[in-house]
Each structure stands twice: as C-alpha cells, then as structure tokens.
C-alpha cells in the first residue's frame, strides 16, 4: 500500500532540492566529482535494463549531493532513498523514459565541472519536474483506483 500523502511530500521535496543540490555541487567546482558524474553516465551508456539505468542515477544523484557539501542535503537524500526503496519497481516503470535522457546527465556532469550553478540549477529542474510529472500522475491513477475499489466494495456507497 502507497502512502500517497508521503509520496507527493517527498516527490515535493525532490522538486525543490534537486536544482539546489546541482547549484552547489556546481558551485565547488571539483573535478573529482566531475569524474565520477562522468563514470555513472559512462555506465548507464552500457545498460539496456531500465531497473539497472534507474539505480545508476539514483547514484548520479548521490554524488551530486555528496558534492554539494551540504549535510542537509544528505539527510534529505536519505529520506527520499527511504520511501523509493520500496516502490522501485514502479518507480522504474514510471521513471524509464526519464532515465533514458543521457544528455541531461552530461550536461550536469559538464556544469558541475565548469562550476556553473545557475545553468546546473535550471537543468536540474526541467529534468525533476518532468519525473516528477509522471510520478505525480501515476499517484493520482493509484489514488482514483483505491478510491474506485473502497467505492465497489462497500456498494457504491462511500465509507
């Protein structure tokens, strides 16, 4: 069972750190963290399986907060990985469009190492807030199914 109230909680928060957590990472500019943005994507290259792509960014994700440097962001980040681990696998169907965007990933891997927090913040936000479309969509399709199967098992009647 989904708590859809938890979800769209965290699905908000993923929303409004995302372009942050890129910004600052960004704004240290260091290479090592450039690196290893580079290895992920080097890997997700090679993948065919959405479930295999979607943990590698998910660990893009985790290096670009360690790179931010923001022990609060590490917190949040362990929140989010939380709530997710137990829909990974709808969470891979949702996601599977989304991950394939390999240019986003270069992108920010390049404005990270260039040390460029305003364009890392704004790609990072066009990228969440389509993921985060489709997330919020698939909640709103569990949502009206839950609350259709509450109506027909109690007659129609609400309960």
């Known amino acids: ?44 290259r090679t993948l065919n399986e959405p479930s295999d ?20 962001y590490r917190l949040a980040f362990n929140s989010l990985r939380k709530t997710y681990e137990p829909l990974w696998g709808l969470m891979t169907q949702m996601l599977s469009g989304q991950q394939q965007k390999l240019d986003v990933f270069i992108k920010l891997a390049s404005l990270v190492r260039a040390g460029n927090p305003d364009e890392a913040a704004a790609w990072a936000r066009e990228y969440i807030d389509e993921s985060s479309a489709a997330i919020n969509g698939f909640l709103d399709l569990y949502e009206n199914s839950a609350r259709d199967h509450s ?6 009647k609400p309960s």
């Open 151 to 156: 109506n027909n098992s109690t007659g129609g």
């Open 53 to 72: 792509v979607q943990r590698l960014a998910f660990h893009f994700w985790e290096i670009l907060v360690e790179g931010s440097g923001n022990i609060a």
């Open 1 to 44: 069972n989904i708590q859809v109230d938890v979800a769209r909680s965290i699905v908000r928060m993923r929303q409004v750190l995302s372009p942050e957590i890129a910004a600052d990472a960004a704004r240290q500019k260091k290479a090592d963290i450039a690196d290893r943005l580079d290895t992920v994507i080097e890997q997700m």
